[in-house]
């Protein structure tokens, strides 16, 4: 099956147009975040997304790789500084309008944060039904995109039943299904195999094709060269490792190496 193939092109959550003709995506100005009265976990992060590009995120462990997500998926909003999101503030943005902004996002928790008492198929097709999409034509992405991350025999399983990788995998389809404008996924790959890893990747670059950005986190490097036209953001206790916030290719387009 071509990757292609498992997203409808007419299932598109909220109408989606493609992202390469918006001016912008995301952009961060001197954006600091704590919890609490803690220091600050980011510190004068600015960078900006541009529409249909692919990213890697990447840093030691407690670079603020999770809390940076947290900002880009609504989760959490930011102590400082200003973010937006396809051209409104989100800092200013009334609390009862960010629901319509996150049916515009998809996002693959670290933790997978699968409905437990809903089924593997349920779970995938959780975004479209959601939507509004109407039972009858539920059935064929959800089952193609079930069988491309190798679940289509586990359609009828809970969550329970699953394995981590398993879990990991549903979590992965439930955020591409609706092809959303931004996806945003956390260490998507640290519960598989490298193979599958490998085909979890062109699952995103075929979604990135068809215009969605997209935000992986990673600390694993070797996956940094699997995506040629990707760029890169390196945080580095809480500050990108270029204060400008400019954004490199991975290694083997730019001779970089990493240690």
């Known amino acids: 099956m071509n990757v292609e193939d498992s997203f409808d092109t007419d299932m598109a959550v909220g109408g989606k147009t493609d992202m390469r003709n ?12 704590r919890y609490g009265t803690d220091r600050e ?8 997304l541009h529409p249909g590009s692919f990213y890697f995120l990447t840093g030691a ?12 998926y609504l989760a959490q909003r930011p102590s400082r500084g200003v973010i937006r999101m396809f051209g409104t503030d989100l800092v200013t943005l009334p609390r009862a309008r960010l629901p319509a902004f996150r049916r515009r996002l998809g996002v693959v928790f670290q933790d997978f944060r699968l409905v437990p008492h809903l089924s593997a198929y349920d779970n995938v097709a959780l975004p479209l039904r959601v939507s509004g999409v109407r039972e009858a034509e539920l ?5 193609d995109m079930l069988e491309w991350v190798g679940l289509d025999h586990r359609s009828h399983a809970r969550p329970e039943t699953l394995s981590g990788g398993e879990q990991q995998r549903v979590a992965i389809a439930r955020a591409v299904i609706g092809r959303p404008d931004m996806l945003v996924a956390d260490e ?10 490998l085909k979890l990747l062109r699952l995103f670059e075929a979604l990135n094709r068809l215009g969605t ?4 986190a990673t600390h694993d490097v070797h996956l940094l060269k699997k995506v040629p036209d990707s760029l ?11 204060p400008t916030g400019a954004l490199r290719y991975p290694p083997r387009r730019s001779g970089m190496e990493d240690t």
């Open 22 to 33: 918006r001016t912008g995506v995301v952009s961060f100005d001197n954006v600091g975040l």
């Open 41 to 48: 976990v980011l510190s004068d992060v600015s960078f900006n």
């Open 61 to 72: 462990s407690g670079a603020g790789k999770t809390s940076l997500l947290k900002l880009l």
């Open 139 to 143: 059935a064929k992405p959800v089952s």
């Open 188 to 197: 998507p790959t640290g519960n598989v195999d490298p193979d599958m890893a």
């Open 213 to 216: 950005t997209v935000v992986v």
């Open 232 to 242: 890169i953001m390196r945080l580095d206790r809480g500050r990108l490792s270029d």
